[in-house]
């Protein structure tokens, strides 16, 4: 069973994690226009994974039979001084995120609620991971600053990341 609190503040993660899955989309969509196509890929696997962020919480809120609440997504930026910018936005985003997360966490405390609590440590684990990937990549693109070489190298590492899909139709993993 779901609180009422627990249960509002599920939803809103729901539609924080849309937004992350949209907002990288448009990151992916300004890299390709840009002409960095590792750049665009890396960010096309991120909106994937924030989609299946998503769809854990959907199932979660679903599997306690109560109903998602879905809520207008916000429109992403279009334009990004740079690969840096990107990054430096994405780290910026993963902290709001990370935020999010250690609230509702707090709620689950309060709420007595251990099911909830056990099912958020997934997400506490995985934030700590996306700020590292984030902070990771901002320091290299400082390396390289205005060297195009270094730029052209890393979005051909950026190319080879791959989606893993982690969660079958059903949310379980
Ligand atoms: Fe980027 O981890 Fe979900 O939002």
């Not at 990004?80 to 780290?91: C, I, R, V």
């Not at 910026?92 to 689950?108: G, M, P, R, W, Y």
């Amino acid at each position: 069973m779901l609180g009422k609190k627990m249960l509002g503040e599920l939803n809103g993660q729901v539609n924080k994690e849309m937004y992350s899955a949209y907002l990288y989309m448009a990151m992916s969509a300004h890299s390709e226009y840009v002409g960095l196509k590792g750049f665009a890929n890396w960010f096309m696997v991120q909106y994937k994974e924030e989609m299946e962020h998503a769809m854990r919480i959907y199932h979660y809120i679903n599997n306690h039979g109560e109903q998602v609440k879905l809520m207008a997504i916000e429109e992403p930026p279009m334009v990004f001084e740079s690969p840096l910018d990107m990054f430096e936005k994405t780290l910026v985003h993963e902290q709001f995120i990370t935020k999010s997360i250690n609230d509702l966490v707090d709620t689950a405390i309060e709420e007595k609620d251990h099911a909830t609590k056990i099912f958020l440590e997934w997400f506490v684990t995985e934030q700590i991971e996306e700020e590292s990937n984030d902070n990771d990549i901002i320091t290299r693109l400082k390396l390289i600053g205005d060297n195009g070489n270094g730029l052209l190298m890393l979005d051909r590492e950026l190319g080879t990341r791959v989606f893993v899909p982690q969660l079958t139709s059903g949310g379980q993993t």
